[in-house]
């Protein structure tokens, strides 16, 4: 639907364009992030977290919030959420002891290892709508578009 917004045709269509956007973004979370937290007891934000720190190894708690995109206190919120369940676990940096060091613990990393393939192949299957090429050029939309606002 597009916006009804009385304004320039620049405007117009960028609003159509961003309402779309946001639109797809929240049916596709829609669908696949109340199984993430049924299923495995995650969050986006604790999933996102528990997968930087798979990839990328121990961050600082400012480099998981750069990476994931979340505030500080949000992310010290979720990080105490996976601590006390045990996913985590925090060691102050030898270097400037104000700094949090998060580490992946072997149970973080066994939760991980259950969801994050299944997580997977249903973002794939929600892919499936597009072609392969409609999902690259999204993809390379998307990264300019996100590139411009950073």
């Not at 639109?23 to 993430?36: D, E």
């Not at 997977?120 to 597009?130: E, K, N, P, T, Y």
């Amino acid at each position: 639907m597009p916006s009804h917004y009385d304004g320039t045709h620049e405007e117009a269509l960028a609003l159509d364009a961003f309402i779309k956007l946001s639109r797809s973004v929240n049916a596709v979370h829609g669908r696949l992030l109340p199984a993430l937290q049924k299923e495995f007891g995650l969050t986006e934000s604790q999933f996102a977290v528990l997968e930087a720190l798979f990839h990328l190894g121990p961050l600082a708690q400012g480099g998981i919030c750069r990476k994931i995109l979340r505030s500080g206190s949000n992310v010290t919120t979720v990080v105490d959420n996976l601590q006390r369940d045990g996913l985590v676990r925090r060691e102050r940096d030898e270097n400037d002891r104000r700094v949090q060091i998060v580490h992946l613990t072997a149970k973080g990393r066994v939760r991980l290892g259950e969801a994050l393939p299944i997580h997977v192949d249903r973002i794939v299957r929600a892919m499936r709508s597009l072609e392969p090429e409609e999902q690259r050029e999204l993809g390379r939309l998307c990264k300019k578009l996100g590139t411009a606002a950073g």
